[in-house]
Structures are given as C-alpha cells and as structure tokens.
C-alpha cells in the first residue's frame, strides 16, 4: 500500500501565495515522476505541473512563470509554489507519483485525495 497525504491548500486573495506538500508513504520502493493536478467545478482534471525524479520539469501554460514543482527525494515529497494567485486558479488540487512497490517490479499511479485552493478576487 502507498498513499500520498497532501497539505497546504486554503483561502488566499488574488495575487496572493500558497505551498502545496504531498508527501509519499508505505511500501515504496522507488517514485519515477510526481506532479501535481487540478480539477475545478464542471471540468476535467488537468495537469498544473510535473517532475522526474531527476529534477526535470514541466508546466501548463496557464501556471509558467506563477507556480514551481520541486521535490525531496529523501522524504518523498513533491511541492507546488503558487504565487499570482489568480481566481481562475480556484481548484481541488491532487498530487500523483508513480510508485514502483517495494521488493517488485510493478510500477501503479498513486493519487492524493486533494486539497482545495480558493483564490478570491
């Protein structure tokens, strides 16, 4: 079993800033990539920001220049910085990783159960 715990999300006013954490546990035996999802009321789940574990990133384009993914590979963790938060970026926030589970070869995809961002105007 691997879960992943996220924190960090709130009520901020536009222009404001927040630092999402998800923090990985169980039976891990490594993550590849982690990133960092949204899903707003009435539409799809999209990707706001991805990682590899070697540091290499990726962003949609309504986030570059706004938000920044890192992660601690010692603690599992993956982080998204929000700053210039703007209304449109009101959403339920869930982190993924793709696990390969301890003492196999199996690699699955892991969600968090998310957490809500509210961006007021």
């Known amino acids: 079993q691997v879960q992943l715990v996220e924190s960090g999300g709130g009520l901020v006013q536009a222009g404001g800033s927040l630092r999402l954490s998800c923090a990985a546990s169980?039976?891990?035996?490594?993550?590849?990539?982690m990133g960092w999802y949204r899903q707003a009321p009435g539409k799809q789940r999209e990707l706001v920001a991805g990682i590899t574990r070697g540091g290499s990133t990726n962003y949609a384009d309504s986030v570059k220049g706004r938000f920044t993914i890192s992660r601690d590979n010692a603690k599992n963790t993956v982080y998204l910085q929000m700053n210039s938060l703007k209304p449109e970026d009101t959403a339920v926030y869930y982190c993924?990783?793709?696990?390969?589970?301890?003492?196999?070869?199996?690699?699955?995809?892991?969600w968090g159960q998310g957490t809500q961002v509210t961006v007021s105007s």
């Open positions: 993924n990783a793709e696990v390969r589970v301890l003492f196999t070869s199996i690699r699955s995809d892991y």
């Open positions: 169980g039976s891990i035996g490594s993550i590849n990539a």
